[in-house]
């Protein structure tokens, strides 16, 4: 069987489209909430959905998300709930294709065998660990490659073009690139660079290249997805389940449907490159 990620940017390349994927905290503000998002999100046209996992730690986040993973901490969401939660996803029917992004630490405590089982048998595509660096990924990559599931990287614009050749080599789904330095979080201004960053990413890989962190509008997703061939969101998303606890479902399916239809209007440039 073939990935659901795989089989996603296939989709895309064929229609030459861009794919939008939605970044929201799993169980925020609670499990059967985030059931309904992703029905929501994959309904409005998401192509990829992430969940972020909450840790005590998320030192990749900005103060929007890690406000998010402290009301999921709260409501005693852990790692393994959010694979029931996907199993509950799946058993009702969506098919859109799931990330997971989790720190090491969780993953190494769930055990990696097990966790890659559990998460292959709830129907997970992929996960990204933004703390475990590339040299000591193997044996995370090793389990999730037995099953099926993808060890997504992440690239930053500091990485080095033999580091990136290092990443590439283990990379599966999509390149996930990081367009500015630091944390998560809404910027009016994403890094005027970011072409050149793609394009070094491309020299390296033929896998698809996602571009998130700073993305908050939808006419900043038209113009990046000039450069990439999936566009993610996250605290612009998470910001609005925070503000519209009662009606967040409605409103961020409105917000996908914004962002998609502005990615929609971006022609097709790269996807001849993979």
């Known amino acids: 069987m073939t990935n659901r990620i795989d089989e996603r940017f296939n989709k895309l390349k064929s229609e030459g489209k861009k794919g939008f994927i939605p970044f929201i905290t799993a169980g925020d503000p609670d499990l ?3 059931v309904e998002l992703v029905n929501a999100m994959a ?3 998401a192509d990829i959905i992430e969940l972020g996992v909450p840790y005590s730690e998320p030192v990749a986040d900005g103060p929007v998300i890690q406000a998010a993973t402290q009301r999921a901490l709260e409501k005693g969401v852990t790692l393994r709930k959010i694979i029931n939660t996907v199993k509950q996803i799946r058993e009702n029917g969506t098919s859109v294709p799931i990330v997971l992004m989790s720190y090491y630490n969780p993953i190494l405590q769930y055990g990696l065998e097990k966790f890659a089982q559990d998460a ?6 992929g996960i990204i660990v933004p703390d475990l660096p590339i040299e000591e990924s193997k044996p995370l990559f090793d389990e999730l490659k037995l099953k099926d599931i993808h060890l997504i990287p992440l690239v930053a614009p500091t990485t080095t073009d033999a580091r990136l050749r290092k990443i590439a080599a283990r990379a599966g789904g999509f390149i996930y690139c990081v367009s500015v330095t630091g944390v998560t979080g809404e910027r009016e201004k994403i890094d005027e660079e970011l072409s050149e960053l793609t394009a070094r990413i491309r020299s390296a890989s033929k896998l698809p290249v996602a571009v998130g962190f700073g993305v908050s509008k939808p006419e900043q997703a038209f113009h990046i997805a000039k450069h990439c061939d999936a566009v993610i969101v996250g605290s612009a998303i998470v910001k609005i389940i925070e503000q519209n606890p009662e009606t967040a479902v409605g409103k961020v399916a409105e917000a996908v449907k914004a962002f998609k239809t502005a990615i929609g209007k971006t022609c097709n440039c790269f996807f001849e490159n993979y």
């Not at 292959?120 to 595509?125: E, H, I, L, S």
């Open 32 to 34: 059967n909430a985030t």
């Open 120 to 125: 292959k048998d709830a129907g997970v595509d």
């Open 43 to 45: 309904n409005a046209g």
